[in-house]
């Protein structure tokens, strides 16, 4: 199954999407930080398949990890998540998808199934 990037600073949050994520057959990687999602994912042996962030962080926010990680990897899925923000695009040649929070599982399930279907 699909690998996942999760980066979220609120730990209840990174947690509960994590367990969804996993319960559903996916491998997460899960980060607190810009920072540390940076580093999981130059660490991290195999292929990532999907970037599933928060938006609005301290430190790195989710656009310039994702612009950070895009840069390395350009074919990367991107999801943001926020609670606080309209859609986001990276620029006008990469839209990324968008979840607001709270969220509803079964449309999280089939945003991130679509992103990561080969």
């Keep these: 199954m699909a690998t996942v990037l999760l ?9 509960l999407v994590a367990r969804i994520l996993e319960e559903q057959g996916f ?20 292929k990532i398949d999907l970037l599933v962030s928060d938006v609005v962080m301290p430190g790195m926010d989710g656009l310039t990890l994702a612009a950070e990680l895009l840069a390395e990897q ?34 999280l399930l089939i945003t991130v199934r679509d992103l990561t279907k080969h």
Excluded: Q, Y
């Excluded at 899960?30 to 994912?41: F, P």
């Design 7 to 15: 980066v979220d600073d609120e730990p209840l949050v990174r947690s």
């Design 74 to 107: 350009p074919a990367l899925p991107v999801l943001f998540m926020s609670g606080g923000c309209e859609p986001l695009h990276l620029d006008k040649d990469k839209p990324c998808r968008f979840v607001s929070k709270p969220f509803d599982v079964a449309a």
């Design 27 to 46: 491998t997460v990687l899960a980060a607190n930080s810009g920072s540390e999602a940076i580093r999981l994912s130059r660490s991290h042996p195999g």
